[in-house]
């Protein structure tokens, strides 16, 4: 039976080395809990950065998914299918929002919404050709396509990769009078995270959200959030904006909307904005494809189901309590919502890699986010019980290192 070793080596000698995991090579999972090739056990605290909300290969969606591959898995956009109508309509029940348009990947969905506010920039608000501008700020993450990398402050995202494309306006996170400075008539949209989480689970001054609401209404622009990591549940609620009570233009969702088990994304949106596209200008062969679709409509219908977003604001509470608890000189804050927490180290800590790496060898999975940051992201199946076995071994890292 081939060893943990035989399959890192295999990927270090014809894989792209263009990530940095731990050297764990997981062979199944169930649930909160995965084991590598070697039948050892661990608790995932990263959830796939949160693809995975309701848990690794969740009965239910084992069953729609090899149900709907034995009918029909892909149709392209060029015929319909009995699966893309009910999600279209169940999803936009379920947020409020009029209609959605399907894609794969989250920096597909980005792209999507990105071409939605400049063209409904140009048609519907009357900018200049090729003179829209969107608003966008430090420390984001939406994605590694050369558009979306353009407007990155993050040099390792940047370098190598020019030329950039034109039409960002990178500001302060968290700084609404910048925003305020910054608004013309060629801005079309804000593009924010509710919390940014490639920065370390940063969630912006109180009020921020609410206040792009009014300064983008002000000026006739469009409010967009990214929500792919922070969405469906990971912060207490369905939606991280729902902290501060608005309504964005455009929403874009992933990860989670498949549980896991496909890539699906999508945005969100009105008929003006979702009206900017007319047949044939924007798409793909596998967005919103038959097996996609049911994959996506039962990961929503489990949110609900299992009560996962409430699971998140209760079980997040109690694990931020725990986690406060801890005394080590290496903690400099804890920070976060619902069960989306970073544990942000001191520089002397000597980076958050080795407590990752010691966790490891504790049975628990997790994930350093920019050297001092820790991330916390379990499955929102997670019981109380399971927490509190986290939390112990979270301690032990951070107070015998």
């Not at 097996?291 to 998140?312: F, G, H, T, Y």
């Not at 989306?340 to 002397?348: A, F, N």
Request: proline letters at 5%; aromatic letters at 8%; one cysteine or more.
């Amino acid at each position: 039976m081939p060893t943990s070793a035989h399959f890192i080596d295999l990927e270090e000698r014809f894989g792209a080395h263009n990530y940095h995991p731990l050297d764990v090579v997981v062979s199944r999972a169930d649930g909160a809990w995965v084991w590598d090739v070697d039948g050892k056990k661990y608790m995932d605290f990263l959830a796939a950065y949160s693809a995975v909300n309701q848990g690794h290969c969740h009965p239910r969606l084992v069953k729609v998914m090899a149900e709907q591959m034995c009918r029909v898995a892909l149709t392209s956009r060029a015929f319909r299918n009995d699966q893309l109508g009910p999600f279209c309509q169940e999803i936009c029940e379920l947020t409020g929002f009029a209609r959605v348009l399907p894609m794969n990947t989250g920096a597909e969905a980005v792209e999507t919404a990105v071409k939605a506010a400049r063209k409904w920039g140009y048609t519907v608000k009357g900018i200049d050709e090729d003179k829209a501008e969107i608003i966008v700020f430090d420390g984001n993450f939406h994605g590694r396509t050369t558009t979306i990398v353009s407007f990155s402050s993050d040099p390792d995202y940047r370098f190598g990769f020019g030329p950039f494309t034109p039409g960002f306006t990178i500001l302060p996170y968290g700084d609404l009078e910048a925003v305020k400075a910054a608004m013309n008539p060629n801005v079309c949209a804000v593009l924010v995270e509710p919390i940014q989480g490639e920065a370390g689970i940063v969630s912006p001054p109180e009020g921020f959200l609410a206040g792009l609401r009014e300064l983008t209404t002000e000026h006739n622009s469009l409010l967009v959030c990214d929500e792919i990591q922070s969405g469906l549940g990971r912060t207490g609620r369905l939606f991280a904006y729902e902290h501060e009570n608005v309504r964005p233009d455009i929403v874009i969702i992933g990860k989670a909307l498949s549980g896991g088990m496909y890539p699906v994304s999508a945005i969100l949106a009105d008929d003006e904005v979702m009206g900017v596209f007319k047949p044939g200008e924007h798409g793909s062969t596998y967005g919103g494809n038959p097996l996609a679709a049911a994959v996506a409509r039962e990961a929503l219908k489990i949110l609900i189901d299992e009560k996962m977003v409430e699971r998140s604001a209760e079980l997040g509470e109690l694990f931020m309590e725990q986690l406060r608890t801890i005394e080590s000189d290496h903690i400099e804050l804890i920070r976060g919502k619902g069960l989306w927490i970073g544990i942000v180290l001191r520089k002397s800590a000597g980076g958050a890699r080795r407590f990752c790496e010691a966790r490891q060898a504790k049975g628990l999975l997790c994930k350093e986010t920019h050297e001092t940051v820790i991330r916390v992201a379990p499955p929102l199946t997670i019981s109380r019980d399971e927490i509190e076995w986290a939390a112990k071994r979270i301690e032990e890292a951070l107070t015998t290192l």
